[in-house]
């Protein structure tokens, strides 16, 4: 079984300041993590992955992620958040030995940036 | 290239009528996968197809709902005499096969309102 946890229904930030969003998972094996960002009526935009190498993971518009194997957790990450980051973001896990390519998502968190 | 294309963008239906989406995947790209997503909760796997190939459908509901990816044309998932709780956004995803398998690109999803 795969799951993800993404602790805060919503996170609020300056602009300017540091943007972290939380994300642990469990699989059974060795997990496969995605991050994607959707905006009002869109579908979701992806961001970035961890397969495997580096654990940190830099993808599009200055996001970058960490992946913690001890700590089950793959945060998302943007030193200096713009106004128009604000969106839904999803955290997603698919374990790589399990058989399928279905991804499980979190619940998401709503990034709210104030000018 | 044209990214996940979804059609219609938003579907009404009233209760006991027929609903169907339609996605074409991206050029090049034989996996399809369909997601839900109900207002403010996270995506949620219903069907993994490959062309006329079921692979994975552990999250489609037992009843009313079906899903196709023919050799010619898009995806299809129908759902049948519909209710209430089927209003949702449904999302369709594609992916190559190879080493970029694992990379899901969404679409722009189909509103679904049951009246």
């Known amino acids: 079984a795969q799951s993800v946890a993404q602790p805060e229904d919503q996170v609020n930030v300056a602009e300017g300041n540091p943007l972290t969003v939380k994300c642990t998972y469990s699989?059974?094996?060795?997990?496969?993590l995605f991050w994607y960002v959707q905006y009002p009526n869109r579908g979701l935009q992806f961001l970035l992955k961890?397969?495997?190498?580096?654990?940190l993971v830099k993808g599009s518009y200055g996001f970058e992620a960490e992946f913690n194997k001890s700590q089950t957790s793959f945060h998302l990450k943007k030193p200096s958040a713009l106004v128009s980051d604000s969106a839904l973001y999803f955290c997603a896990v698919r374990d790589k030995e399990a058989a399928g390519n279905k991804l499980t998502f979190g619940g998401g968190t709503r990034v709210l940036v104030k000018p | 290239n044209a990214g996940v294309m979804q059609n219609p963008r938003h579907l009404v239906r009233r209760r006991g009528q027929e609903a169907r989406l339609r996605c074409s995947p991206m050029k090049g790209h034989s996996h399809v996968y369909w997601y839900r997503q109900l207002p403010e909760e996270g995506l949620k796997f219903m069907v993994y197809l490959q062309k006329e190939n079921i692979i994975d459908e552990s999250g489609m509901p037992k009843e009313r709902f079906s899903a196709e990816f023919p050799k010619e044309g898009p995806s299809i998932l129908r759902i049948q005499q519909v209710v209430r709780g089927d209003s949702a956004a449904y999302f369709c995803?594609?992916?190559?096969?190879?080493?970029?398998?694992?990379?899901?690109?969404f679409g722009p999803g189909t509103r679904l309102t049951v009246l």
């Open positions: 699989v059974s094996g060795n997990p496969y």
């Open positions: 961890y397969i495997t190498g580096d654990n």
């Open positions: 995803a594609s992916s190559p096969s190879g080493q970029r398998y694992n990379e899901q690109f």
